[in-house]
Antibody, heavy 124, light 113 residues
Framework: QVQLVESGGGVVQPGGSLRLSCATS????????IQWVRQGPGKGLEWVAF????????YYADSVKGRFTISRDDSKNTVYLQMNSLRPEDTALYYC?????????????????WGQGTLVTVSS | DIVMTQSPDSLAVSLGERATINCKSS????????????LAWYQQKPGQPPKLLIY???TRESGVPDRFSGSGSGTDFTLTISSLQAADVAVYYC?????????FGQGTRVEIK
């Protein structure tokens, strides 16, 4: 069955860095895009970043552009989210999700499978 | 960015009764060349990730009970739960994937009356 497992969350000071990982299984990883979606405490869903099936294109929300970098390692069926210059407003539960397709024009797809999420807290 | 607005923010419905959630987009999410509405619905239960219910506005995801249905086109959409069950207590989100960035509604909380 399809599984996505996030890791790497934790508590970090403002201005710090974290790298999140999303390990996947149960589907042909190299055929699908993967995205990150976050949910602030008691808040709704906010799309963060998307990477195409072949890593050729990456898309970011304006709120994280220039600070976050998404990447993938097909040999490990894993996607990463490098988060730099973290701010208190980045505090959230970060989900990785399998996109419905590999291409997703502009990084816009629905997500058919989600991980359980990893919590990032940015606080001094 | 396309703004997605759901109504109501919350609703309480008796077991076995119908629940209706509305979602309005600030611009059309209908792609005329393929006549598809780029609109999805998710269910999120407490402590769980979102679960895909509906995509292309009205296509039910595999394994989703048929009491869940989606309708609408252009800018106005509806998620209907035909006969509310206790297991349906959750927050429901609509999402547009017509243009970047994809955006979500604020969520609608469904409870039992």
């Amino acid at each position: 069955q399809v599984q996505l497992v996030e890791s790497g969350g934790g508590v970090v000071q403002p201005g710090g860095s974290l790298r999140l990982s999303c390990a996947t299984s149960g589907f042909t990883f190299s055929n699908y895009g993967i995205q990150w979606v976050r949910q602030g405490p008691g808040k709704g869903l906010e799309w963060v970043a998307f990477i195409r099936y072949d890593g050729s294109n990456k898309y970011y929300a304006d709120s994280v552009k220039g600070r976050f970098t998404i990447s993938r390692d097909d040999s490990k069926n894993t996607v990463y989210l490098q988060m730099n210059s973290l701010r208190p407003e980045d505090t959230a539960l970060y989900y990785c999700a399998k996109a419905s397709g590999g291409y997703c024009t502009g990084g816009s797809c629905y997500s058919d499978f989600w991980g359980q999420g990893t919590l990032v807290t940015v606080s001094s | 960015d396309i703004v997605m607005t759901q109504s109501p923010d919350s609703l309480a419905v008796s077991l076995g009764e119908r629940a209706t959630i509305n979602c309005k987009s600030s611009q059309s999410v209908l792609y005329s060349s393929n006549n598809n509405n780029y609109l999805a619905w998710y269910q999120q239960k407490p402590g769980q990730p979102p679960k895909l219910l509906i995509y292309w506005a009205s296509t039910r995801e595999s394994g989703v009970p048929d009491r869940f249905s989606g309708s609408g086109s252009g800018t106005d959409f509806t998620l209907t739960i035909s006969s509310l069950q206790a297991a349906d207590v959750a927050v429901y989100y609509c999402q547009q994937y017509f243009s970047s960035p994809q955006t979500f509604g604020q969520g609608t909380r469904v409870e039992i009356k």
